[in-house]
């Protein structure tokens, strides 16, 4: 099993910036893709960014292109999602998310974190 735990979210005024942690431990191949998720209450979770540990470019929704940017430590045990030029619509819960990576390709993210509010005010 995985456990995913997020820390860093906060309130920030527009155009400040947080680092989002995801500290994960458990089975490693259950995690060899990795990525955060938003969720505004009444919408649907969005997938915002995501890393695999086997190379390939990482993937940012297009509303985060050139203002977040996702990476994880030497270790693989930490990953993180830096952001930048905050807006108000970025308010959000966000999840880290785990998952397997087979024949070269990322399965369903089954591995979920508790989530952390990020708020951002204008």
């Known amino acids: 099993q995985v456990q995913l735990v997020e820390s860093g979210g906060d309130s920030v005024q527009a155009g400040g910036s947080l680092r989002l942690s995801c500290a994960a431990s458990g089975d490693t191949y259950s995690r060899d893709c990795m990525g955060w998720f938003r969720q505004v209450s009444g919408k649907e979770r969005e997938k915002v960014a995501a890393l695999s540990t086997v190379g390939g470019t990482p993937y940012y929704v297009d509303s985060v292109k050139g203002r977040f940017t996702i990476s994880q430590d030497s270790a693989k045990s930490t990953l993180y999602l830096q952001m930048n030029s905050l807006k108000p619509e970025d308010t959000a819960m966000y999840y880290c998310?785990?998952?397997?990576?087979?024949?070269?390709?990322?399965?369903?993210?089954?591995?979920w974190g508790q989530g952390t509010q990020v708020t951002v005010s204008s």
């Open positions: 998310a785990a998952a397997e990576r087979w024949m070269g390709i990322c399965q369903q993210y089954n591995f």
